[in-house]
Nanobody, 121 residues
Framework: QVQLVESGGGLVQAGGSLRLSCAAS????????MGWYRQAPGKEREFVAM??????????DYADSVNDRYTISRDNARNAVYLEMNSLRREDTATYYC????????????WGQGTPVTGST
């Protein structure tokens, strides 16, 4: 059973930084995509960042709204993925969810319970 546990959210002033962590368990995570989504109050869940696995290695991509401010990283030895968030803005306020995507005949998505991030002015 795959489990994802996020941590690191909180209240931060505009321009500040936070580092989110996601601890994964229940399978091997070296050959899967790992990333982050977020959902602001009253809005749909949206993509934030992802490290994507392929036979050539890992590649990261970001939503335009966070590019150059956020950095995603993963530690396969710890089965963890991280999100370093800098220059936070009020509009970054959301619950951030860890996501693991397993490719195959049927794609399977796993989600954490979410960690709230609140940007204040």
């Amino acid at each position: 059973q795959v489990q994802l546990v996020e941590s690191g959210g909180g209240l931060v002033q505009a321009g500040g930084s936070l580092r989110l962590s996601c601890a994964a368990s229940g399978r091997t995570f070296t050959n899967v995509d790992m990333g982050w989504y977020r959902q602001a109050p009253g809005k749909e869940r949206e993509f934030v960042a992802m490290t994507r696995w392929s036979w050539r290695g890992y590649n990261s991509d970001y939503a335009d709204s966070v590019n150059d401010r956020y950095t995603i990283s993963r530690d396969n030895a710890r089965n963890a993925v991280y999100l370093e968030m800098n220059s936070l803005r009020r509009e970054d306020t959301a619950t951030y969810y860890c996501n693991v995507r397993v490719a195959g005949p049927i794609r399977v998505d796993y989600w954490g319970q979410g960690t709230p991030v609140t940007g204040s002015t």
